[in-house]
């Protein structure tokens, strides 16, 4: 198995444990504080936890560059604070929301990573 396969597996079970865990998240959540606020705190750990993901693996196996851009969903939900965001590169984003993806309660932003070639 070569670096790159092992690096893909390695995305793709980060990817499948972050929907597990979105789900076990809001089931406890739910129990605790009603179903709009567990969706609320899944969605929003579930967005942190890809987007730190996604800067820790560029760090170790890419490097951050300028291309790194944001997404938005590009649907009729995006919101007026990520709307803007949509298609920018990392020094602007970083200027408006330093530490990414979400840059509010249920956003569904993510970043696409130039020197991996996949989206986080
Ligand atoms: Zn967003």
Redo the contacts with the bound molecule.
């Keep these: 198995m070569t670096n790159d396969h092992r690096r893909d597996n390695s995305f793709l079970l980060i990817t499948l444990r972050s929907c597990q865990i979105r789900v076990e998240v809001a089931a406890l959540v739910k129990r605790l504080f009603g179903s709009t606020r567990a969706e609320l705190v899944a969605a929003d750990a579930v967005t942190t936890a890809q987007t730190q993901a996604g800067e820790w693996t560029v760090n170790q196996y890419g490097t951050p560059t300028e291309n790194d851009t944001w997404h938005?969903r590009a649907d009729e939900r995006v919101?007026p604070?990520?709307e803007p965001l949509d298609g920018t590169t990392r020094s602007v984003w970083v200027s408006e929301v330093p530490s990414g993806?979400?840059?509010?309660p249920f956003?569904?932003?993510s970043i696409t990573y130039s020197s991996l070639e996949i989206q986080i």
């Design positions: 938005t919101c604070i990520c993806p979400p840059a509010h956003c569904r932003c």
